[in-house]
Nanobody, 120 residues
Framework: QVQLVESGGGLVEAGESLTLSCVAS????????VGWFRQVSEKEREFVGS????GGNRVVKGRFTVSKDISESTVDLQIRNLKPEDTAVYYC?????????????????WGQGTQVTVSA
C-alpha cells in the first residue's frame, strides 16, 4: 500500500503563487508516477500535472509546475499567478502503471486533499 499526504493549501490572494507538497510513504517503490488533480464541489476531478518519479517527461498544464524530490519521497505542485477560479481541493495521486496519465482511473492511490482558496 501507498499513503499520500498533501499539505500547503490555504487562503491566498489572486496573483500570488503557492506550492503544495505531496509526501508518499509505504511501498513507494511501486510508484511509477505522481499526478496532481483538483476538484471543485461535485464536479469531476481535473488533471493539472504529473511526473514519473524515476525520470522521464512530465506533463503539466498552464500555470502549474510539478517537481520531485525522490530522496524525500515528495512531489510538489507550484501554482503561479493564482486566480479565484483556481479555488478547489487539490489532490495528489500515485499510479503504478507504466505511464503518465491524465485519467483519474489510472491512479490507484489518493491523498485526502488540501483546500486552496483564492480571494479576488
Amino acid at each position: 500500500q501507498v499513503q499520500l499526504v498533501e499539505s500547503g493549501g490555504g487562503l491566498v490572494e489572486a496573483g500570488e503563487s503557492l506550492t503544495l507538497s505531496c509526501v508518499a510513504s509505504g511501498r513507494t517503490e511501486s510508484i511509477y508516477g505522481v499526478g496532481w488533480f483538483r476538484q471543485v464541489s461535485e464536479k469531476e476531478r481535473e488533471f493539472v500535472g504529473s511526473v514519473p518519479v524515476r525520470g522521464g517527461n512530465r506533463v503539466v498544464k498552464g500555470r502549474f509546475t510539478v517537481s520531485k524530490d525522490i530522496s524525500e519521497s515528495t512531489v510538489d505542485l507550484q501554482i503561479r499567478n493564482l486566480k479565484p477560479e483556481d479555488t478547489a481541493v487539490y489532490y495528489c495521486a500515485a499510479t503504478t502503471l507504466n505511464l503518465i496519465s491524465d485519467e483519474v482511473t489510472d491512479y490507484s492511490y489518493w491523498g485526502q486533499g488540501t483546500q486552496v482558496t483564492v480571494s479576488a
